[in-house]
């Protein structure tokens, strides 16, 4: 390791650190924290974030950077050393291009928008939300000419969430997945069959369920002496290094299978964060290589483990042992077809695995063209019905169930979507690619050996970390590049199998 | 407020913001964090400690503290202005003064001999802590020439938890203590009678006494909004802000009254923080005037409150309704016994309100031996021993029942102690002077009347935060200096009552 090297290393662990803190900070608040503490936190969280962002695009920050640049262009590009200095690059460009201006105001204006939308979702009235909208695309546009594209804004913003992809990458996606899947839809309603999902509830104490779901994601291969699950309003994952990387769920007392598939989702996160290797804790390479590739790892454990009829035999005695009722009088296949329901329905979070993407399929050409001008926000309610009625054959009575459901627009997160039907997608690839070497798949996971599939991860995604762009890791894991086709494979066999038709 | 004064203020609020995150982090390591994540947390823990260190003792620190003393010596010297910049000048010299490098391997010798304490005290192996001990008391004769004092080099280290206090101050508190205290116990003895505790005994489940210890600090004015009860292996109080001020406590499923009385000291120190006005928050006048004062508000709820007569007969119908078994066969006055039962003893926190300040008193007397000289640390077991059976009548069986019980000089807290002491003496000194105010306070125990008692201490104690030292505080709240005497009342008329002598 070269000295320049050394010290930027150093100097990075220590602002991971205080990064690590944050996310800690942020935990506390949507668990733990009393109600009245908001002000404190957000002072504690704003001195904290000011602390770390002076420090990252300090001068420090760029001679060390540029030392190390100069100094490693002999090296192996594929090395951990070039490959570090590679993504601290990234990190601190789109850090320091933004002008500190333009980023207060996007901050003050998220915060503003933020809490119209929660108003005007609850009063269901676009038009309360209209001007915040419209004020955050202004925003978000100048924020993308700040960083700077080829060909379009979205090519700046998506490139945020998802590092090397573009709007041309994600349209070819779209357009080789949306025929077929409108299609897979219109068969499945088609054969006037329907699954009766009523069987799944019951009466389930929290404190049972809680339990029960833990000890199933451990069983997956979550580790709790690294991680833990608490309850909270909503289910997400929050690591703050590889030995402590927490998971929260929300329950139902109602519904156990939602907790359930929660919880699988978050471990999934999760695992793929404890599965950072040890070598880069507190360095620029930990966690994952971009929001799709960490929602593929969610997305494999909720849906191609979790919603799989192997893992229907492997649960239902144990769901029988502790919840009898509803539990006792279903057997695999039933179960297995009521999580499994295809109902086109107008809340995205709520979908089945054939109608989701149809649902992101239609924000990322929303968005795109708010961003463009070819859209605007006045029109946006209808543009949402009507593609609504057009990709899924039914339109919200509302804007609270339409346009207004969602939180990622009104926070700024634009660009953001899509990365939900890259990570469905590759969950698939990995699937197929897994099967090369697991053959036996479906045979585990029935007889709930989950560990393989574990390692099977953590081999080939998992040990990376953000070493690799999400394009070279997918080629690198699976042997391709990202297609649709692995993901629309899946989805015909299950669904065709599972509603009968040719 | 002058430029200078307003820039202070700024850049210590940031300081201040850390601290509080700092506060954070141990709460969590303390309660919600996985058992393997202790690696990471003391990295983040090391690593802000740091930039708070460098921020704090900063020539900026210094350059806007000297304009603020000259620009603000003109000002009313107890303005919230002069005593934010006088308790900032004490912080930033005792910060200062000790050499980083022996900072630095305090840290280390620390952690060092933090570890071998814990085996010691496992094996209870005297012989293999006391090499450490031995280092421990030599560096902290280093740390005492460093931050200076008058008379004896104890000085400089009680002026860090109890700011003005010196050995001679303590000498003397003790000196009009000791013989009473040691008649006091000598008297209950000779009266032949004892009250039987075993009637406290029984079956609570963990879940129950969270709830109902909850419910009683709650009732006493902690304010759950701004903080929360978890369990924890050790009870203690921690704030992040006057709005988030938790406490933690060790359930023990035999003995309820455990839990409850340290839920109602932790809550004791918890609204002391909560008690800090808004405008001291995050400045350097916000949180408690001393480790005495704190702990005179933690022993006030705890014993003047708690364990006082009033205080059964309100609090009995409440636990015969949660735990019928035991308590439905206890009157108040079996209670009030039970509780109050004086039996001298081995071990110090688990000491009644007669014998605990004899066992503070054997601590100082010792520790200030073994600081200058007079004792050597290979003599300590046989000096403690001797000790005990001097004050209390009672000879320690070994060592983890004797010297080595306590963690605090194995974590270099010497000086520490007394503060103990100075709390249960100003817990009586404030109930007596809020007798004046209050001549009913027994009527409002009994009726479960909290609201005037705590209106009465935030008024008193808690709206000055750390503004006046505290022997000026103590002036102010009960109109004299803190002495013996009124604990010393409060005793003796309580004791001899119970006990039944003259």
Redesign the interface.
């Known amino acids: 390791m070269t000295h320049a090297l050394d010290q930027l290393k150093s100097y990075l662990?220590?602002i991971t650190?205080?990064q690590?803190?944050g996310g800690?900070?942020s935990w506390?608040q949507q668990t733990?924290?009393?109600?009245?503490?908001t002000?404190?936190?957000a002072?504690?969280m704003a001195?904290?974030e000011?602390?770390i962002h002076n420090l990252f695009t300090s001068q420090k920050t760029a001679e060390l950077l540029a030392k190390c640049e100069s100094e490693l262009t002999e090296a192996d590009p594929d090395s951990d050393e070039v490959r570090l200095v590679r993504v601290t690059r990234r990190d601190y460009d789109q850090a320091t291009k933004i002008p500190a201006a333009l980023v207060e105001e996007l901050a003050r204006h998220q915060a503003q928008s933020h809490e119209v939308w929660v108003q005007a979702r609850r009063e269901n009235n676009f038009s309360l939300f209209a001007p915040a909208l419209e004020k955050m695309f202004a925003l978000t546009r100048q924020k993308a000419e700040s960083l700077g594209y080829q060909h379009h804004p979205y090519d700046a913003l998506i490139d945020l969430y998802e590092p090397g992809m573009t709007y041309n990458d994600t349209v070819a996606l779209f357009d080789s997945l949306k025929p077929a899947l409108v299609e897979l839809v219109k068969n499945i309603a088609e054969t006037g069959r329907q699954f009766d999902d009523s069987c799944l509830q019951g009466d389930f104490p929290i404190a049972k369920q809680h339990t029960f779901t833990q000890e199933v994601v451990q069983a997956l291969g979550y580790?709790?002496?690294?991680?833990?699950q608490d309850p909270a309003p909503h289910p997400f994952c929050s690591g703050?290094?590889?030995?402590?990387v927490?998971i929260t769920t929300r329950f139902d007392t109602h519904l156990l299978i939602k907790a359930l598939f929660a919880s699988i989702h978050e471990a999934g996160h999760a695992m793929y964060d404890q599965g950072t290797p040890e070598a880069y804790?507190?360095t620029p390479l930990a966690g994952g290589a971009s929001l799709g590739v960490h929602e593929s790892q969610s997305r494999f454990w909720e849906n191609m483990v979790g919603r799989s009829y192997a893992f229907c035999k492997w649960i239902l005695p144990r769901l029988q042992e502790v919840f009898p009722d509803p539990f006792a009088n279903l057997n695999a296949l039933e179960l297995y077809q009521a999580i499994n329901r295809v109902q086109p329905s107008f809340i995205r979070v709520e979908a089945d695995e054939v109608t989701y993407n149809l649902h992101i399929l239609l924000r990322f050409e929303l968005e795109t063209q708010l961003l463009d001008g070819t859209l605007s926000v006045r029109d946006l309610p209808d543009a949402w019905n009507a593609k609504m009625q057009e990709y899924l054959g039914i339109t919200p009575p509302n804007d609270a169930l339409g346009c207004l459901q969602d939180i990622h627009w009104a926070e700024g997160l634009i660009g953001y979507f899509p990365t939900y039907t890259i990570g469905n997608l590759l969950s698939a690839q990995l699937r197929e690619a897994m099967l090369q070497d697991l053959p036996n798949l479906e045979t585990l996971i029935e007889q709930g050996e989950f560990s393989p599939i574990l390692q099977w991860l953590r081999q080939h995604i998992h040990v990376y970390g953000r070493k690799f762009l999400p394009q070279e890791l997918v080629i690198r894991a699976t042997g391709k590049p990202l297609s649709a086709a692995p993901y629309l494979a899946y989805l015909q066999t299950k669904f065709k199998e599972l509603y009968a038709f040719k």
Chains 1, 2 share one sequence.
Not at 32 to 37: E, L, S, Y
Not at 240 to 244: P, Q
Request: charge should be positive.
């Open positions: 662990a220590s650190r205080l690590q803190i800690l900070l506390d733990m924290m009393p109600p009245k503490a002000n404190a936190r002072e504690q001195t904290l000011s602390f580790d709790l002496t690294r991680g833990r703050f290094s590889r030995d402590d927490r804790e507190a």
